[in-house]
């Protein structure tokens, strides 16, 4: 095998960044706010976008067209003046080359009038018109501007330049100046880590010129693939920081199939048989040939880890039901974790007739309980007096200590981070783990985010669903709204309204829930009986509030997105969704599954406020026109990407700067592979062709080490 010349041991990655040319103390902190701190930081803190000064054009040469013009000049005369009619003020700069001269006006801007001097050379770039006074001159209005000091590189002109991510007290050009002197220096030097078998084989251009390129791409570059993210250099640049990531899922794989043995449960069950008599309903057969895939996997003898998706409503719970029967028919206990206590107390209640039917133990554990109660709950988790626990994040704290624990259910899963996620698992020995959610992603995505997993997925809604009608509203037609909304409790049907926030943010005049659901009541709904639920109510109020809606003695719900996961009132019919274009599509697809429930034609209405975005119309119109929740959640990744879709830091894993893992599926796919052979090769990373890999893998997980253990 070939090796480089430097070792990355050698190259002083980690060199706090202070010593470095033109940094100093004062914008080492600066730097801080950018997040970074160290010499590998700043290499990797690349442009946000990329400016196209390269045509920069002689002034003769400028012609009167739509296209954004740049040039340079020396600054020959600069004037302040003002208007006779509406008292504005005008800086006019006369900028000359050797071929003619310009005149740029900044309007109410007087300040600049002092921060140009004769004599300065000055660049300016916008659009190019003749003078409307003089038409013998040109003229350029508020262009964009940057003093050229003449003792500095020529690096912000006549080429591609590279635009950063200010902060107060530091700008893009000062940052352009420090990175373009950083790599004077050092960028011979960077080593070249990544194995260079990968290197030779996918075409990878050297690590030193991609970081290099990255900065101040040559002149060839295609702009198009510059904007996208998607030159050579960024794709290397994308590769490692993927390989990266797939090496510690790899040895976190290793070690769980390596030492992992599970639970061979029997899965031929009376009470699962008996459970089927209970419902009342058939499974549909999406749900059965779940069911069968689920009992395949309990059979085997190393842990299930399985994720189960279906758009919501589909039928999860019942199917996770079958495998939690399973579970304690051999013996085991089971466990069902749900994002918010609303939703735990809800499987409850739903499951509670069932369980007492079958001589079934089940318990509810949620952050709520008194002291004694408490106690009581996880005496009996330990002594193995409880089948099933049900209970949100409580079920993953210290103290809950499992008898035997042999199947974890964790709903709505997305919700959780890896680290409570690996938590539940600890509860038991091995134990099976059966994930649900109702968000689908694409599949080397999700296994990039979740693991090592095996999917299932319900594609078939129960029978006799009907769509719900989906409507979009102008704040203005809310009365329209609230007229529909009486027309069903005309009909003997109920309500939600969804509101954004609890308390009105003083920047943000959203309408508090409190408020809105007093005014309701005591305007337009005076005849009808308004309740409000939010996060920060006490658990015993949400509880007395949800069992008033599911009796029927409350018509209209006014809720913040607790509700969004889980809840199930099949005779509430109709959904409001007020500041709707604040939300994301999945979550809104989520918020119209609570309504649609009982066969009964239900509505959904958007109340949207946007001024002018187009884009948060469109938004709206996607979840007006579909109700296939796969499509939403495609349409939603594409929108926003899956960083903040599904939050890369929940999922608990290194961030990434610069691939995009939707974006870069094609990367993902090879980088995966790869990362994940070689480790197959060496588990922890001793050979010597791992020396360059390993330094730079234990920066990237510094700190995020321990997830690997679980
Ligand atoms: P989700 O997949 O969103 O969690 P649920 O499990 O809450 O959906 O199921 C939604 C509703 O559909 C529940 O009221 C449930 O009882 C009902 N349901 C589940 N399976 C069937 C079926 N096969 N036929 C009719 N109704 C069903
Ligand atoms: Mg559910």
Redesign the pocket.
């Known amino acids: 095998m070939k090796t480089t010349s430097h070792s990355d041991k050698a190259f002083p990655w980690d060199t706090p960044i202070q010593y470095l040319k033109k940094v100093g103390p004062q914008r080492t902190f600066l730097f801080r706010a950018l997040n970074v701190e160290t010499l590998e930081d700043l290499l990797y803190f690349l442009p946000f976008r990329y400016e196209d000064r390269s045509a920069l054009k002689k002034i003769a040469n400028l012609t009167i067209t739509d296209t954004i013009e740049t040039v340079v000049g020396e600054i020959q005369n600069v004037t302040l003046a003002q208007t006779a009619r509406r008292g504005m003020k005008i800086v006019e700069v006369a900028l000359a080359d050797e071929t003619g001269v310009l005149h740029a006006k900044w309007f109410n801007q007087p300040y600049l009038a002092t921060s140009f001097k004769k004599g300065d050379h000055l660049m300016v770039s916008g659009k190019v018109r003749i003078g409307l006074f003089n038409r013998n001159q040109f003229e350029i209005e508020s262009p964009q501007y940057e003093i050229i000091d003449q003792n500095e590189p020529q690096i912000h002109l006549g080429r591609i330049v590279p635009i950063y991510h200010e902060t107060k007290g530091l700008t893009s050009r000062q940052i352009r100046l420090i990175v373009w002197l950083l790599l004077e220096e050092y960028k011979t030097m960077i080593p070249d880590r990544l194995p260079s078998t990968l290197i030779e084989k996918y075409k990878l251009i050297p690590l030193s010129s991609a970081i290099s390129e990255c900065h101040f791409p040559s002149k060839e570059t295609s702009r198009s693939l510059l904007h996208s993210g998607q030159t050579l250099a960024h794709q290397r640049l994308a590769f490692d920081e993927i390989f990266l990531l797939e090496m510690g899922l790899a040895i976190r794989r290793k070690k769980v199939t390596v030492k992992e043995k599970g639970i061979s449960f029997q899965t031929d069950s009376a009470l699962v048989r008996k459970m089927k008599t209970l419902l009342p309903?058939?499974?549909?057969s999406a749900?059965e040939s779940v069911c069968i895939e689920i009992e395949k996997d309990m059979t085997l003898a190393h842990p299930m880890y399985r994720l189960l998706q279906?758009d919501?409503?589909?039928?999860?719970?019942?199917v996770a039901l079958m495998a939690i029967l399973i579970a304690i028919e051999n013996g085991y206990q089971a466990a069902l974790m749900a994002p918010t206590e609303i939703l735990a107390q809800q499987h409850f209640l739903s499951l509670l007739p069932y369980f007492q039917t079958l001589g079934c133990r089940l318990l509810l554990l949620t952050a709520g309980l008194k002291k004694k109660e408490k106690e009581e709950a996880i005496q009996k988790i330990e002594s193995g007096n409880a089948d099933l626990v049900i209970g949100t994040h409580a079920l993953i704290q210290d103290e809950i200590g499992f008898a035997n624990l042999g199947l974890a259910v964790i709903d709505e899963q997305h919700k959780f981070g890896v680290l409570q996620r690996a938590k539940i698992i600890q509860k038991g020995c091995h134990p099976d783990i059966l994930m649900?959610t109702?968000t689908p992603i694409p599949r080397t995505l999700a296994l990039t985010l979740y693991g090592d997993l095996h999917f299932s997925t319900i594609r078939e809604m129960?029978?006799?669903r009907t769509p719900v009608v989906t409507r979009v509203f102008s704040a203005k037609h809310r009365d329209q709204v609230y007229g529909l909304m009486e027309k069903a409790f005309l009909a003997g049907r109920q309500a939600y309204l969804v509101c954004p926030l609890v308390e009105a943010s003083e920047k943000m005049d959203l309408k508090a829930a409190t408020q809105l659901a007093q005014q309701l009541q005591e305007t337009i709904f005076q005849n009808y009986r308004v309740g409000l639920l939010h996060g920060r109510m006490k658990q015993s109020e949400k509880e007395q509030i949800m069992e008033a809606f599911k009796n029927g003695d409350i018509h209209l719900l006014v809720a913040t997105t607790v509700i969004e996961v889980?809840i199930?009132v099949?005779n509430a019919t109709v959904m409001v969704v007020e500041h709707a274009e604040r939300f994301g599509l999945s979550q809104l697809h989520q918020i119209r599954?609570r309504v649609g429930?009982g066969g009964k034609q239900s509505y959904c209405f958007l109340i949207g406020e946007y001024p002018q975005s187009n884009e948060a119309k469109a938004r709206l119109a996607v979840i007006e026109s579909t109700h296939d929740g796969f499509k939403i959640a495609e349409e939603d990744l594409a929108l926003r990407g899956p960083g903040e879709f599904f939050g890369t830091k929940q999922a608990g894993l290194p961030e990434l700067k610069i691939a995009n893992l939707l974006r870069d599926s094609e990367i993902l796919e090879v980088a995966r592979k790869e990362a994940f052979l070689w480790i197959e090769n060496d588990h922890d990373l001793h050979l010597p062709e791992s020396s360059l890999i390993r330094a730079a893998f234990e920066r990237k997980w510094k700190g995020k080490l321990e997830w690997l253990t679980y």
């Open positions: 309903f058939q499974l549909t749900q279906g919501v409503g589909s039928g999860k719970t019942v649900m109702a129960p029978k006799g889980g199930d099949p599954g429930r």
